[in-house]
């Protein structure tokens, strides 16, 4: 199967900046709601050019299903049948309760 250097591109690939990890974060925070891309900008205090920018290579990657609304409405939820979701969701639910011990930075 894929390894250890799978698993690092995966990994890589997933939290590949400071502002995609907290998009992560907040669709495994919020896994069964929809989100445009404004709310999510309000939600994380991210920049709506910054969350347009992060989220496509999340729904490239299977993590984060978009659904078109018409011609202008794009909606984004975890895609729950992907199993890399269901993995992540997994381990988030694990580490939780260990981030609040982690430093401030």
Not at 3 to 28: C, I, M, W, Y
Not at 39 to 67: F, N, Y
Not at 89 to 95: K, N, Q, R, T
Request: without cysteine; charged residues 30%.
């Amino acid at each position: 199967m894929g390894g250890p250097d799978a698993l690092n591109k995966l990994l890589e690939k997933v939290f590949a900046s400071r502002a995609q990890t907290r998009v992560v974060e907040h669709f495994l925070e919020k896994p069964k709601e929809f989100f445009n891309l404004s709310r999510i900008a309000k939600e994380t205090d991210l920049a709506h050019s910054t969350i347009h920018r992060v989220v496509q290579p999340l729904v490239d990657m299977g993590l984060v299903k978009e659904i078109r609304v018409g011609q202008q409405i794009r909606l984004f939820i975890l895609e729950p049948e992907e199993s890399k979701s269901k993995i992540l969701a997994e381990f988030y639910e694990e580490i939780k309760p260990h981030l609040a011990e982690l430093p401030k930075e």
